[in-house]
């Protein structure tokens, strides 16, 4: 059997539903700001960094391919019958060739930040969502709960029936109206005192 419940002040029930209600909230507005950051991450994963080191390859290979002109055109030419060392095109040739190795490294490592994003967000979202199902759930019940818990305290102390009063003291009980009435003793010596008197107005007086 259960035991009833010792309420003893229905400002702390008001108290905590107030409390939680404000943490929902603050709870909500911190998963916000994560996700508004979550999506510049991603943003910056999948597009920004990706179309970066795209164009920077393009433009490493345009880069290669001009050296490898200018040297050649270097290599063809002759001054006083004797082909130039060329060493400026060569030292471009080969700045060109490790740029584009660079940006081909940042290419390859921007498509593994996308896989460990991914999954890392993956993992995010399952255990996120536990967190939202339950701001946006099991707060708003259980805030609804205690104010049904109010709400049923404000009615029991309206309709309480009011307090017993003390039993009334017995009281004595009545003389029966069919009981002689007893005569106070002057009244009976009165009566037995009286003298008598006859039809003609004769005082009889007692025999001695």
């Keep these: 059997m259960s035991s009833p419940a010792q309420v003893r002040s229905t400002d702390a029930i008001e ?4 409390s939680l209600l404000k943490f929902q909230q603050r709870v909500q507005t ?3 700001v994560l996700d508004g950051e979550l999506h510049r991450a991603s943003n910056w994963v999948e597009h920004d960094r990706p179309a970066y080191w795209k164009q920077q390859t393009h433009d490493a290979e345009d880069a290669v391919h001009s050296a490898k002109l200018e040297l050649e055109r270097c290599l063809m030419m002759t001054v006083a019958g004797e082909r130039p060392t060329c060493r400026e095109q060569k030292a471009a040739l080969e700045a060109a060739k490790v740029r584009r190795a660079y940006c081909q490294e940042k290419c390859e490592s921007v498509r593994r930040w996308q896989r460990n994003f991914r999954h890392e967000q993956f993992e995010y979202d399952g ?3 536990q967190l939202r199902r339950a701001m946006e759930l099991d707060v708003p019940k259980a805030a609804a709960l205690l104010q049904t818990i109010l709400r049923r305290l404000e009615e029991y102390q309206i309709e309480r029936p009011p307090e017993s009063s003390l039993p ?3 009281t004595a009980p009545t003389a029966n109206h069919t009981s002689s009435i007893r005569q106070p003793a002057s009244a009976a010596t009165e009566t037995a005192t009286e003298p008598a008197i006859d039809q003609n107005n ?3 007086t007692p025999d001695p």
């Design 127 to 129: 255990r996120i969502g």
């Design 202 to 204: 004769h005082l009889l």
């Design 15 to 18: 108290a905590l539903r107030a």
């Design 30 to 32: 911190a998963v916000d």
């Design 168 to 170: 009334s003291e017995p």
